[in-house]
C-alpha cells in the first residue's frame, strides 16, 4: 500500500514555543491531507482538511490560528502549534489517500507525540 | 452528518479463539465506504478490511471477516484464530463516497480494545 511519513515521531517544548509537523506521501500524490488528533485512550478527531494550493478546512472547535496547515506541494502538509500549551499535548497522525488510484483508504502517518513542558 | 458507533469498549478473546466486534452507523446516503483499522500499541493505524456499501458480499481478509447488514446499519468484524498479535485497538470508519474533499474525510468509532489471552 501507499505509504505516508510523518516526522517527528516525538517532539517536546516549551511552553510558547511553535512546533512543526510533517506529513509526507512518499510514492504518491496528494491532494487532500488529514489532521487528526488523538487523547489516551481515545478515538481519531479530526482537526482539519489540508488542500494542496488552497486553504485548509477546519472541524468546528478547532482553532486555525493556533493549529496552522500549509499543504505548498502534492505530497507534503504540514501543521504548525503556534504558542504551544500543556493543553496542545497530544498525539497528532495525518492521513492521505492515493487520489491518482482512486483507491478509497486512507493510509496514516507513524503519528507525532506532541509533549508541552 | 454521519456517526459511527462501537459500542464494546473493550473484548478479551481466548488465543485460538474468535471474537466478534460490533460497530453500528448511521447515514442518509446509499453509497460509501465502510473500514476496520487496527491500532497496535506502536499506535500506527493499520488497514484491515474494506467493505464497499454496493457489494452485497461480505468481504473477507485471511482471518477477518466481516458481517456488512446495510439496512441496519450493522458492520461487525470477525476475528477468528485468535492470535497475540491482533491485541489493539480496532476502530471502525465510514467514509462517504461522494468526490469532493469533505466526501473523502473518514468518520471513526470510539474504538474498541482487543485483549488477546495466551
Not at chain 1, 478515538?43 to 496547515?69: C, H, P, R, W
Request: glycine share 6%.
Amino acid at each position: 500500500g501507499a505509504v505516508v511519513s510523518q516526522h517527528p515521531s516525538w517532539v517536546i517544548c516549551k511552553s510558547g514555543t511553535s512546533v512543526k509537523i510533517e506529513c509526507r506521501s512518499l510514492d504518491f500524490q496528494a491532494t487532500t491531507m488529514f489532521w487528526y488528533r488523538q487523547f489516551p485512550k481515545q478515538s481519531l478527531m479530526l482537526m482539519a482538511t489540508s488542500n494542496e494550493g488552497s486553504k485548509a478546512t477546519y472541524e468546528q472547535g478547532v482553532e486555525k490560528d493556533k493549529f496552522l496547515i500549509n499543504h505548498a506541494s502534492l505530497t507534503l502538509s504540514t501543521l504548525t502549534v503556534t504558542s504551544a500549551h500543556p493543553e496542545d499535548s497530544s498525539f497528532y497522525i495525518c492521513s492521505a489517500r492515493d487520489q491518482r488510484t482512486g483507491s478509497p483508504e486512507a493510509f496514516f502517518g507513524q503519528g507525532t507525540r506532541l509533549t508541552v513542558v | 452528518a454521519q456517526t459511527v458507533t462501537q459500542s464494546q469498549p473493550e473484548m478479551s478473546v481466548q488465543e485460538a479463539e474468535t471474537v466478534t466486534l460490533s460497530c453500528t452507523y448511521d447515514t442518509s446516503e446509499s453509497d460509501y465506504y465502510l473500514f476496520w483499522y487496527k491500532q497496535p500499541p506502536s499506535r500506527q493505524m493499520i488497514l484491515v478490511i474494506r467493505q464497499e456499501a454496493y457489494k452485497q458480499q461480505n468481504a473477507t481478509e485471511n482471518r477477518f471477516s466481516v458481517n456488512f447488514q446495510k439496512a441496519a446499519k450493522s458492520f461487525s468484524l470477525k476475528i477468528s484464530d485468535s492470535q497475540l498479535g491482533d491485541a489493539a485497538m480496532y476502530f471502525c470508519a465510514y467514509r462517504s463516497s461522494m468526490i469532493k474533499a469533505a466526501g473523502n474525510k473518514l468518520t471513526f468509532g470510539g474504538g474498541t480494545r482487543v485483549l488477546v489471552k495466551p
